[in-house]
């Protein structure tokens, strides 16, 4: 398994949760890489992403000012401090990593993806 995201859980509206993704790819400094979730009966939607050195992030405009993406290069790990959940944060949220070019706000942009963490977000 090359990535492994944790930290999911049941948590009450506007509590907290960090996700993290462990990475066993040989050259994870060099990868894009990127969080999207998935609830059910829906798409996979952007959540945010950050670039290789971790001085540029990008977020979906639902969670821009609660969500926070960091990155441990040395540790090879990647961390989403999700704060101020909400019920529609609810969903199956997948770390992926982005090789190459293309729109990193498209799941089709990233080629490794990880099996996924359960954020369920009650009110």
């Known amino acids: 398994v090359q990535l492994q995201a944790s930290g999911g859980g049941l948590v009450q509206a506007g509590g907290s949760l960090r996700l993290s993704c462990a990475a066993s790819l040989r050259t994870f400094e060099t990868y894009g890489m990127g969080w999207f979730r998935q609830a059910p009966g829906k798409g996979r939607e952007f959540v945010a992403h950050i670039n290789w050195s971790g001085t540029t992030t990008y977020y979906a405009d639902s969670v821009k000012g609660r969500f926070t993406l960091s990155r441990d290069n040395r540790k090879k790990n990647l961390y989403l401090e999700m704060n101020d959940l909400k019920p529609e944060d609810t969903a199956v949220y997948y770390c992926?990593?982005?090789?190459?070019?293309?729109?990193?706000?498209?799941?089709?942009?990233?080629?490794?993806w990880g099996q996924g963490t359960l954020v369920t977000v009650s009110s």
């Open positions: 992926a990593a982005k090789e190459y070019s293309g729109d990193l706000f498209l799941a089709s942009a990233y080629n490794r």
